[in-house]
């Protein structure tokens, strides 16, 4: 079965950095899109960054902080956060769909990891 395990997550301060990873077994890896969501507390789920095997694609608001790469040899995608800001707290997911994904919509990837928690103080 197919599985998605984040790690990295934990409390820092306004301004420090966190790189999260997530891990998985598919055997589609290397043509998958990769994508970070997070939610916040009240909050609907939102979109953060994904990558494909040939483009990446940002939030408006995390655009030149924060940073997806993958390693498809680990079968492992990461998402380095630098210049954190309270309004970054949230549970961090992982998520992944066959092929190449355009849209910043939940519904389009069909596998998701359990999340991980960011927490930035100020």
């Known amino acids: 079965q197919e599985q998605l395990v984040e790690s990295g997550g934990g409390l820092v301060q306004a301004g420090g950095s966190l790189r999260l990873s997530c891990v998985t077994a598919?055997?589609?890896?290397?043509?998958?899109?990769m994508a970070w969501f997070r939610q916040a507390p009240g909050k609907e789920r939102e979109f953060v960054a994904a990558i494909s095997w040939s483009s990446t694609n940002y939030e408006d608001s995390v655009k030149g902080r924060f940073t997806i790469s993958r390693d498809n040899a680990k079968n492992t995608v990461y998402l380095q956060m630098d210049s954190l800001k309270p309004e970054d707290t949230a549970v961090y997911y992982c998520a992944a769909q066959y092929g190449i994904i355009r849209s910043n919509r939940a519904h389009d990837f069909g596998s998701w990891g359990q999340g991980t928690h960011v927490t930035v103080s100020s």
């Open positions: 598919r055997r589609t890896f290397a043509t998958d899109t």
